[in-house]
Each structure stands twice: as structure tokens, then as C-alpha cells.
């Protein structure tokens, strides 16, 4: 599990989603096939986490997490609070690069977010005025035993 540390106020989902992408690229002597199937559920807390559901390595785990990292900056997406589940992953033992996974993770949030409503937890909130800063730290993902309790 990967954790991406939020701040206040509270932005989430409106309901649960679900999305999947595979990639495959055949070009002799670059092959590259990745795939996610994942699974977007609202929270109450402020911290997005991804949940790896599936048995992977780790590289891939973080070429998702970053492929996530990615799309949040990429659409500036108003979303701190989130549990991202990877449910399923298209792999192939010879041809699967993380760079795959980091592009399929990438252009599955892209696909989805637009269609999704977001709302606010205005009860959070710890100052009167809306930060500047992006939602995340400098330091976007930390391990699971960090602040965000699950």
C-alpha cells in the first residue's frame, strides 16, 4: 500500500468508480504491455492510498502509484481524500515494463476523473482559507505505517 499525504479541507468523490486500461505497445525490440483494472472509492479522511489487491512487485506498484501521481498533477485535480484499489493488471513475464503500468495508471485516472463529481467536507477544513499549494508534499508517497490510518 502507498500512501499520497493531503491537506485540509477535504475533497472527495461523489460515488465510487471503477476503471480499466490496457497497453500495448508491439514494436520489434520495444515491447511493452501493462494493464490496471482500478477501483476509485470515496473517503472521510485526508489522504489518498493506493491499494495494491493484486500480487506484484514493488517496482510496478510504485510505477502506478506514479502513473496516479501523474494525472492528479497533469489534470490538477482537486481531490485529497481517495482509496484507489488495483483490483486486476494485465502482465506478460517477458514484455510488461513498469512504464507501461505508469502510463495505463495515468490514462485511467485521466478517463475517468472528468466524468466524476467531487464534494467537499467543509467540517475538516483547519484554516479559513484555501491553501495555494498543491494537495500533496514535496514527498508524494510515503509507505502505510505514515499518518493516514486504514
Given at each position: 500500500?502507498?500512501?499520497?499525504?493531503?491537506?485540509s479541507?477535504?475533497?472527495?468523490?461523489?460515488h465510487?468508480a471503477?476503471v480499466?486500461?490496457h497497453?500495448?505497445?508491439?514494436?520489434?525490440?520495444a515491447?511493452?504491455?501493462?494493464?490496471?483494472?482500478?477501483y476509485?472509492e470515496?473517503?472521510?479522511?485526508?489522504?489518498i492510498?493506493l491499494?495494491?489487491?493484486?500480487?506484484?512487485d514493488?517496482?510496478?506498484?510504485?510505477a502506478?502509484?506514479?502513473?496516479?501521481?501523474?494525472?492528479?498533477?497533469?489534470?490538477?485535480?482537486?481531490?485529497?481524500a481517495?482509496h484507489?484499489w488495483?483490483?486486476?493488471?494485465?502482465w506478460?513475464?517477458?514484455?510488461?515494463?513498469?512504464?507501461?503500468?505508469?502510463?495505463?495508471?495515468?490514462r485511467a485516472i485521466?478517463?475517468?476523473?472528468?466524468?466524476l463529481?467531487?464534494?467537499?467536507f467543509?467540517?475538516?477544513?483547519?484554516?479559513s482559507?484555501?491553501?495555494a499549494?498543491?494537495?500533496f508534499t514535496?514527498?508524494?508517497?510515503?509507505?502505510?505505517?505514515s499518518?493516514?490510518?486504514?
Amino acid at each position: 500500500m502507498i500512501e499520497i499525504i493531503t491537506r485540509s479541507p477535504i475533497h472527495t468523490l461523489s460515488h465510487p468508480a471503477i476503471v480499466t486500461v490496457h497497453l500495448s505497445n508491439q514494436s520489434p525490440g520495444a515491447e511493452s504491455v501493462g494493464g490496471v483494472t482500478l477501483y476509485l472509492e470515496p473517503v472521510d479522511e485526508p489522504c489518498i492510498k493506493l491499494i495494491s489487491g493484486v500480487k506484484v512487485d514493488r517496482n510496478y506498484e510504485k510505477a502506478v502509484a506514479q502513473g496516479i501521481q501523474q494525472a492528479l498533477e497533469d489534470l490538477n485535480a482537486n481531490i485529497t481524500a481517495l482509496h484507489i484499489w488495483w483490483c486486476d493488471w494485465l502482465w506478460h513475464p517477458i514484455d510488461s515494463r513498469p512504464r507501461a503500468f505508469t502510463r495505463a495508471a495515468t490514462r485511467a485516472i485521466a478517463e475517468i476523473l472528468p466524468w466524476l463529481e467531487l464534494r467537499r467536507f467543509v467540517g475538516h477544513s483547519t484554516s479559513s482559507s484555501p491553501s495555494a499549494e498543491p494537495p500533496f508534499t514535496s514527498n508524494f508517497f510515503e509507505l502505510a505505517d505514515s499518518s493516514c490510518n486504514y
